[in-house]
């Protein structure tokens, strides 16, 4: 008995220690992951624009900027007296924009959970969704503030990726 339990202790530490680097890993993908088409969280509009000229569409409010290149590629950034005009919110629909690690739409969302692991969560489509869009679910992965989105369709493959910043004291992100 005595060395039954010993071997199911040695197996369980066994379990743990490969599974903790597995979620270290997990954190540092997704985290290599947080920017689309050579704009990243914190970047400057000023950026954005040198990067990919003027938006087609360019809508400023008092606290927000919204920029959209042909509804594939949009961008929300928030003014802030103390920080300066910053990227909050970047999404892609295009399968040309990438995140570094070569992440797109139009491929299956397996590819990307391989190399991302498990999602924090999972939110499955309106099924009138699923038969007037082809949506199937969400899956986000969260690093603290910072969130990377995926939409996936009813087949399986991405169709919109997101990678957002959870700005403190602001209503729509609670």
């Not at 869009?133 to 989105?149: C, M, W």
Request: proline share 5%; charged share 20%; glycine share 8%.
């Amino acid at each position: 008995m005595k060395k039954f339990i010993l071997k199911l202790l040695l197996l369980s530490s066994l379990c743990l220690l490969l599974a903790v680097p597995a979620l270290a890993m997990n954190e540092a993908a997704v985290q290599k992951e947080m920017s689309i088409g050579s704009v990243a969280l914190g970047d400057t509009v000023a950026h954005v624009e040198a990067v990919y000229g003027k938006p087609k569409i360019y809508n400023e409010g008092p606290k927000i900027i919204y920029l959209s290149y042909n509804d594939l590629y949009e961008i929300l950034a928030v003014k802030d007296k103390a920080q300066g005009t910053y990227v909050v919110s970047v999404g892609a629909k295009a399968n040309s924009l990438m995140t570094p690690g070569g992440l797109h739409t139009d491929m299956p969302f397996s590819l990307a959970q391989s190399r991302l692991g498990t999602p924090t969560n999972v939110v499955q489509a309106d099924p009138e969704l699923v038969k007037t869009k082809n949506e199937g679910f969400t899956a986000t992965y969260v690093l603290g503030r910072r969130h990377l989105r995926f939409v996936v369709d009813h087949t399986g493959f991405i169709r919109e990726i997101w990678i957002n910043h959870r700005v403190a004291g602001d209503p729509r992100w609670n």
